[in-house]
Each structure stands twice: as structure tokens, then as C-alpha cells.
């Protein structure tokens, strides 16, 4: 205790001397934002040329600098638009809001001067990765279509377990671990179409982070990445509409100012039609056949004075599965979010958020294909939903150019519904209902940035997690058995409504430290610790929309991960060309494992058939982008290895992950012809995931059984994936008011049969041979044309 004392007191001595230091100088804060379009700009770098002094623009396009009394000239730059210079003569705290004009030259004659404080070179965290809806647009498309998660999976790091795969992976991780945010709300299902496209609009999105370590002390909840997605605020300068018509989907956003540069709106909405267009060509059991997807994207703001902005957005989508009554599956998320920014001072900035988030599904079977009410039928049908609410204040202190704090606190409140099961026959019913399950989590934390002069920089933090899992319910407690072996029931207890069953809290370190060798290069490193409270329980290799969410309880441990990475960084001074080259260590405990044979959907008793274990990952990340010039594009690769212990399980030894790949590589190229052509093309390759196959078989009247000898886990691995892909844009001519463009795409050009699975099966004409069968979601080439337009 005495040595964090010690340590507390000379951290607050340091900051005080800044303070009193900082008495002789004077606080310049504004917004950037588009000049076009009124858009708050984020990561705008603003300084004084060769002082070392500058900052950039948080998420909402707010600065705060703080420099000596007296002149000093300003440049405002960022890629893709005219620098800004202005001069200010500091006298007393004063704000300055700016508007940046694109750059109306092409992207590879824009020339950037000055200090890039938003450049990897320049930023404390390592695992960060950035994309613009410019670059994502750029790249080859499913279908035509321009797609988050499709551009993040070119990242490195950054795997999938085929075509047809909801989710991603991140480091090693599995899908629930990674945290998706729609402006600030948590979203739990990020495909559509069972992974084929993401549920994120492009023409709303702005801006998308990915954190895949050195996590700053502000977010939590997950341990294996964060996916920061930022709608736009809508243009509020002048009405526009911006939307696309292709062969799967069409799409169409509206934008316009409700009260020119103070207020704005965007609205946006995706519907795909694959089943109106099959509908001719159906007969019979599968004429009315239901097979689409839709989505609705919407977000206002207003400006309510200098120090006040009020956010409201929120999304809504859904997908539909169906054959007449037989079959329907249907599942979507909706979330909201209301954000408030709130500047106390010149100094002082408030973001606070409330938002409330919605995952559910539910699944019907009817085996009556007759029309007559009269007729007795057989059915199941199934729900299960997560809900959650949550509160998020996170402040900045802007203490100075060399000292920024972060602080602030978050609160989420969840109601789990694991599922409710009706089966009826004729008039009879009998239905399986699990209880729901009711969960808080609770979070303060303070990080410090702190830049030591020109070359040294160092961001700490700390995280305080608590969790409690809350009544009204039945715990259930189990009693131990040979690991491997379904756990048997001891003793339930009941706990009254928001009585604690169990409590969690941890401490989550957090530190990034940067060093740069000259203004091109850097070197940095970091730790992190983050927990985990929510597990999604699924025994297959890629999860579906079906799979259950459940929080950690008085049987299930929270998940806590500890990460180490460490790299080199270089950015050319003319903004052309950056690369990175990183490492990484990822120990991971209390992930969750099955025993065979487990019972997952609609058990009350499925915590017995659940097994605790650790994971490790490492690996190598490689990355190279160019983004200005005619020939654009980047190269990523990974060396990677992930894998688990599970005491049970192979023996207890050390087994690969479902979705481990030991080399992932990304090429991504865009050449740009003129001003019109274009021609983009991206490969993919990657090493096969495991998967567990039996190498005996057990005969029996001339029927195989197959059995596994070793009882181990992923001694096998599917072939190699790889494909590439190509996209030609043609853009109109540009008129005054309308814009419009063709894209033609090729996915999967050379026609690669990946494996998604392989499974085996009996001869019917021979019962004594067995054959392999490869399962590939794409086996062709696909075709696809979108036109997309704006006016």
C-alpha cells in the first residue's frame, strides 16, 4: 500500500507542476468538420509545424490544444483534403471551429504537410487498425456490394472459418469475444444472409475502428477486440440522397439538414429480394418460399449551442428464412443510442451515452401442408432473445499538448431469455420454458496519455470490472466428476428478484508505451487485461444465429485474458506508403469447452455439460498500405497459432482451435485508370481449420460406425483456402446534381471448391465403402452489378 501511495503522489505532483506550468499558456478548442457536408472529421491533426505541439480530433470531431501566449501559425490537415492554415494570437482561451474542403485534385496529387498525429507512427496503441468507407469502397465485393465485415477480414489478425460464417475471429479468439459497436451500442449478430453480408449500411457508416490489443481503459467487455462502427451525422448543408440497385439487394439513404450547420438527419434502408426474383420460377411445396433480408438506419443531431450536441441514432434489421409453414427462421437486431457531448470547459469534454440493444430468434416447424383449419398438425416452434440497457459517461481532460486524461464510468443491465420450446400436436401443447436470467455489469476506469517530449510516449491505465448475476431464478449447483463426464445435479437454490447469486470484480490493467526512432518510425509495445462477463454457447465451428448467450454465473467463470504485443511502425513523411510489423502473446482462461454427446438448446441443466478452459495464441502480423496514388491498396499477413487446454478433453493436452489458421494472407489492389475507370482485385489465402474426424469404424450388419481410437480432438486439418476476387468501376459523368457509377464484380473468379466442412458417408450401392464429401458453400464463379447513384 505504501508503494501505491508513493506512486499516486508523484503522479499527482507531476500533474500538478504541468498545471502550474500550464498557467502561462491558453486553451484553442473547436470542431473540424466537412466543409461539403457538415460532417464532424475524425483523427483531423492539428499543430504547429515543426514545435511538436498538435493533437487530433476525438470521435465527434472535437480538438483542444493548449500552447504558449502569443502567434502562432495552425495547419489543420488530414488525406484527401486542402490543408488549413490560419494564424491565432493567444491572449486568453479562445474557440476556433474549421471547416476542411475536400481536395477537388485526385487523391495522388494531394500533398500533406506538417505533423500527422493520427498516423500509426504517431498513436500510442498497438493492434489498431483503421479503414474509411473511401478504402472499403475501393476494394472487390460479394455481389457488387460494399461490406464491413468482408473489408475487416483483409486485416491482419483477422480470420474466418469459411464463406457461409457468421462472425470473425480476432488473434486466436472466438466470435463472442469480439465487441461490436453501432455508435456506441452493443450489437450481437453482425451478419446477414448467415454471413454473407454485414448489418451495417455503407452509406451510413463514417468511420470504423478495430482494437485488437493495447485496449485503452475505456472499453471492456470482451477479450479479444473491439469493432468501433460510427454512423454519419447526415449532411446538414443541403438534401441528398444516396442509394444503389443490385442483383441481390437495393439500397437508399436520405440526408439533409433540418436547420442548416446546427441540424441534420440521415436515414437509411436495405432490402434484398432474391426471393421475389425466384418466385416465377417455384412451384409446388416451395412456391411461397420467404428468403431476404432488410435493415433501417437512422440517426439525428442536434446542434444546441456552442457547448452542447445532442445525438440520437438507431438501427433496426431483420432476416427471413421460410417454406410456407413448414419451416421459418427468423432473427434481427435492433439498437438505439442517445449520446450527449457536453464541453465544461476549454479543457473538459463529456460524452454520455444511454443505449438499449435487442438480439432474438425464433424458429417454427409446422408438418401441415394443407389448407384445412380442421386438419390435427404437428409443430415446434422456439424463441430466445438478450436484451440489454446500458449508461456510458466518459470524460476527456485535456490537462495540456503533452497530458490528456481519460475517465469515466459504464453501466449495463441484461435480461437473458435462453429459450422457450412449444411442441403441439392436434390440441395438445407442451412447452419448455427456461426462466430468464437477469445480470449487472459495472465498470469505472482512468487511463493517462502522456507525451515526453518529441520521441517518448506512454498511455496507462486501470479498469475496474464488477459483475453480479441477479434473481428472480433456480441456481443450480453440480457436483464434481471426472472431467469429460456430464456434471450431476446437486442442489438448486431460489434467489428472490435482483438478489445476488454470485459477484465477480476485477482489476484490469492496462499500459501502451511508444518510442519513436525519428519522425518515420516507432517502436511500441503493450499490455492488457480484459474480462469477459457474457459466453455464447455453441459446440460448432462457426456460430450460428441460433446459438444461446448466456452471462457468467455461479458455474461458469468469466472469461479473463491477458495480452502482450510488441512492434515496429513506419510511415514514408509523405503520407504514401505505412507498414507495421507486430507480435503478440494471448493467454486466455475459463473459455468455455463440451463434453461429447452435450445437450445445449433448451437444457436447464446445460451448465452440467459446459467445461472450463485456457487458450493461448500467438503470432506474427504483418501490413503494408498505400493509399494515395493511382495504385492503391495493402498487403496483410499472419503466422498464427491458437489453441486450448481442456482437462477431458484429448487427453488433457494441448489441442488447435476450430478456428485456427496457421498463414492468413490478404492482397488487396486498386488501379485507378482515369478519373472514371477503375479496375480492384483481391486474393485471399489461408491455411485450413481444424476439425475432428474418427480413424476406426465400428461394423454392424453391414453398416460402419465410426469411432475415434484416440479420442482426441482436431487431428485433422481441411484443405487450404484461397480465392480471388475482381471489381471494374465506371463512373458516369458527373453531372451538377446527379453522380452515379457501375460496379461489376467476379467473386471467387478461378471457381475454388473451399472446403467448408468434410463429412463422410455410406455408398447406398456399396454399405461396406465409405466416401469423403467436401461441403463448399460457393463452388462457381459469381457474377454480380450494382448502380449506385447520388443526387
Known sequence: MKTIRNAFVLLLTV?????????????????VKDKQNGESLIGISIGVPGSGLGTVTNEYGFYSLTLPTGTHELQFTYVGYTTYKTTVVLKGNQSLDVKLEQSSSQLNEVTITGKQNDKPVNTMSTGLQKLSMAQMKKMPTFMGEVDVLRAIQSLPGVTTVGEGSSGFNVRGGATDENLILLDEAPVYNSSHMLGFFSVFNPDAVKSLNLMKGGFPAEFGGRTSSVLDIRMKDGNNQKMQVNGGIGDIFSR????????????SFILAARRSYVDVLMKPFLKGDMKDTKLNFYDITGKLNFKLNKNNTLFVSGYLGRDVFGFQKQANLNWGNSTASVRWNHVFTDRIFLNATAYYSNYDYNISFNNSTSKDPNEQS??????????????????????????????????????????????????????TILPD?????????????YKIGKKFGVQYGLRFSDFAYLGAGTAYYFRDTTPGIRKPLDHT???????????????????????????????????????????????TASPTPVDIWTPSSNNIKPQVADQVSMGYFYNAKNDVFEASAEVFYKKMENQLDYIDNSKLYLNALVEGDLLPSHSRAYGLELYAKKEVGKNTGWISYTLSRSERQTAGISGGNWILNRYDRTHNLSIVATHEFDKRHSLSANFTYASGTPATYAD??????????????????????LPAYHRLDLSYTLKGHQRKRWQGEWVFSLYNVYMRRNAYSIFFQQDPDNPAHREAVRLSIIGSVIPGVTYNFKF
Open 493 to 539: 437454490t431460489d434467489y428472490k428478484a435482483n438478489e445476488v447469486i454470485t459477484n465477480y470484480h476485477y482489476l484490469e490493467p492496462r499500459i501502451n508505451v511508444r518510442y519513436n526512432l525519428n519522425d518515420d518510425q516507432a517502436l511500441k509495445a503493450s499490455y492488457t487485461r480484459t474480462t469477459q462477463f457474457m459466453h455464447q454457447i455453441s459446440n
Open 15 to 31: 500533474l500538478l507542476a504541468q498545471t502550474a506550468m500550464a498557467q502561462q499558456r491558453y486553451t484553442l478548442r473547436g470542431y
Open 437 to 449: 436470467k437477469h445480470a449487472v455489469e459495472a465498470a469505472v476506469y482512468i487511463d493517462h496519455e
Open 696 to 717: 476406426a469404424r465400428l461394423e454392424y450388419q453391414q453398416w460402419d460406425i465410426p469411432y475415434n481410437t484416440t479420442d482426441e480432438r482436431s487431428n485433422y486439418r
Open 252 to 263: 437508399v439513404s436520405v440526408e439533409g439538414p433540418i436547420k442548416k450547420d446546427e441540424s
Open 378 to 431: 404437428e409443430g415446434y416452434s422456439w424463441k430466445s432473445n438478450i436484451k440489454n440497457y446500458g449508461f456510458k459517461p466518459a470524460f476527456t481532460y485535456y490537462l495540456n499538448s503533452s497530458n490528456t486524461i481519460h475517465f469515466g464510468a459504464n453501466a449495463i443491465y441484461y435480461t437473458f431469455k435462453p429459450g422457450t420450446g412449444i411442441g403441439s400436436s392436434g390440441q395438445d401443447q407442451m412447452a
